[in-house]
Each structure stands twice: as structure tokens, then as C-alpha cells.
């Protein structure tokens, strides 16, 4: 499944177009801030997005979004959720956005928005999944080995920083694993 297509083929008689948007973001943008409400799903065509939360103590990487993938936190239908996340562009990124005004039509087959949701929420459960799979009770170095091989090539392209804040270990750890060569 690419972008919206599980829409339209769902949905055949009505027109998706006015209901999507494409969202070029350039590197250190926002796409979303903390407390905003949530009213879209995201498809990302190109780039990195980073989902982080701030708080007295400091910020805390939450997850990795790239080409190929949705952004679906806080997604709930008829609600007015606002995020408990800030998302980030950590490379320039071309999104294609689409509102949930679209599923709020009071002609819609309910079945059929029903099995919408289905999919999209399926489509989360997957990727809370995998976060866990990486992030679960291992040890630092099983976590990056998880992460490096079920995102190839990703953690090049991340700030160590960032990459820091996710595993919950210093810049300054992951730079001394990487002289050691272990990482």
C-alpha cells in the first residue's frame, strides 16, 4: 500500500483530492508541535521526520519516521487529540498529508470507515510493534543491533544526538562505542 491508495480504493465515488496536500518541509521544520491537535495522516514520500517529547527534565526521541512510512500517533476517529509530540524534519522531506475531514462525511458507509480504521490501525500496531522489538529489556548494544537491522542504512543518516535521546545513552556514550569499533 502507497500513500492514500487504501482510500480511494475503499472509497471509489468519492474524490480524495481535496482532502490531501503536499507538505515539502526543509531540515530542522516542523511538522508538528507539541499540543497541537491532531487532524491529519501523513505519508512520508522522502526523508527523516524525528517524533520527540520536551519536558522540564530535558527531550526524549520517541521514534523515527522515513520515505515509505505513515505517521499515525494520535490518530482516533471524531476526537480532538492534541499531540503529545513534536515532529521534526531531520532532512528535507516531502509529505503528502491527508485530513481526517474526509472520514467525518455523514454519507459515508460506516462499514466501510470502520474498515478503514481497521487497516490504519493495524498499520500502527505494526510499527509500535517493531519499537518494541528494538526497545524492549535488552542491552544497549542489542538494541542497536536490532535497530541497524530493521532500518539498513537509517542511523547514518541521524544525528548522534538524536540517536543518543532514542536509546537513552549520551552523545558522548556512542561516540566512545564507535572508536572501540562496536558499533
Not at 494520535?74 to 513534536?86: A, D, K, M, P
Not at 485530513?99 to 490504519?120: A, C, N, P, T, Y
Request: with cysteine; proline share 3%; charged share 20%.
Amino acid at each position: 500500500m502507497k500513500g492514500f491508495d487504501f482510500v480511494s480504493k475503499r472509497f471509489p465515488n468519492y474524490q480524495s483530492a481535496p482532502w490531501m496536500d503536499v507538505i515539502g518541509l526543509k531540515k530542522g521544520q516542523l511538522l508538528l508541535a507539541q499540543g497541537q491537535v491532531l487532524a491529519n495522516l501523513f505519508w512520508i514520500e522522502s526523508g527523516i521526520l524525528r517524533e520527540y517529547h520536551q519536558d522540564g527534565e530535558g527531550e526524549f526521541t520517541n521514534s523515527f519516521i522515513f520515505e515509505g512510512n505513515y505517521y499515525l500517533t494520535g490518530f482516533y476517529f471524531g476526537s480532538h487529540l492534541r499531540s503529545s509530540f513534536t515532529v521534526e524534519a531531520l532532512e528535507d522531506c516531502k509529505i503528502i498529508s491527508f485530513s481526517m475531514g474526509f472520514f467525518q462525511e455523514r454519507d459515508l458507509d460506516h462499514q466501510l470507515v470502520l474498515d478503514v480504521f481497521k487497516e490504519i490501525s493495524m498499520l500502527k500496531y505494526q510499527y509500535n510493534l517493531q519499537w518494541k522489538l528494538i526497545n524492549g529489556k535488552k542491552l544497549f548494544l542489542e538494541k542497536w543491533e536490532s535497530f541497524k537491522q530493521a532500518y539498513p542504512g537509517l542511523w547514518i543518516r541521524i544525528p548522534q544526538k538524536h540517536l543518543a535521546t532514542y536509546f537513552n545513552v549520551s552523545p558522548q556514550y556512542l561516540s566512545k562505542l564507535k572508536a572501540e569499533r562496536k558499533l
